[in-house]
């Protein structure tokens, strides 16, 4: 049981990045006016076909959510390890809420955007966390994979915070460049799961 949930848990990760990435490019081709470079991701989450980056998102959420069952039963490290874990399952549900308030983004006066700003601000500090806690458990597998984890955190850390003071003719790319950082990484693990599930089959079928 424990290896098709891995398994699972690393296609559903690698589903999420998928379709985040794909919804996106869907959404810049057919809402009006959208410029990917100025216009950062939320701006597409106005309008009638708002629902399509949101629905990319809400099933990347699932994506981490997934990782996060699929890294718990993977068991690499101690407490640690198990609050790393616990942040992407927690970071799942952040973007989630971050789906659901997308249309507040640029309404400065409603509850709304506030709780979008909060969710943006928990996402920042979750991911550099969390990338950081599990790379020592990581390393267990390799130290490829020590690095991939820890330089992950690193270069978060110093990107995300600086889009709060990139120039609002450029935020959208920038923006864009900073979430690459975060797929590049969760596909990454949802590999690792996919693989690692995939050879604990073979060795209990053999």
């Not at 942040?87 to 509850?111: C, K, P």
Request: proline share 1%; charged share 10%.
């Amino acid at each position: 049981m424990g290896s098709k949930l891995i398994l699972i848990s690393g296609l559903l990760g690698l589903l999420g990045c998928a379709t985040v990435v794909i919804t996106n490019i869907i959404g810049i081709l057919v809402v009006d006016a959208h410029n990917p470079i100025s216009d950062t991701i939320s701006g597409l989450a106005i309008g009638k076909y708002a629902w399509i980056q949101d629905f990319g998102l809400d099933v990347f959420a699932v994506g981490l959510i997934a990782c996060a069952i699929g890294l718990y039963v993977f068991r690499r490290g101690g407490i640690r390890w198990r609050v790393g874990v616990l942040l992407l399952g927690i970071l799942g549900f952040d973007i989630f809420l971050i789906a659901e308030h997308n249309q507040y983004a640029n309404r400065v006066d409603s509850d709304g955007a506030a709780i979008h700003l909060y969710c943006v601000y928990v996402l920042g500090i979750l991911f550099a966390l969390l990338t950081f806690l599990t790379a020592s458990g990581l390393r267990k597998l390799g130290e490829s994979w020590y690095r991939f984890g820890l330089w992950t955190s690193l270069i978060w850390t110093v990107a995300a915070p600086l889009f709060l003071i990139t120039p609002t003719g450029w935020d959208g790319i920038y923006e864009r460049g900073v979430a690459l950082i975060m797929v590049t990484w969760v596909v990454g693990i949802s590999w690792l799961l996919v693989q690692q599930g995939y050879q604990r089959l073979l060795v209990r079928q053999a």
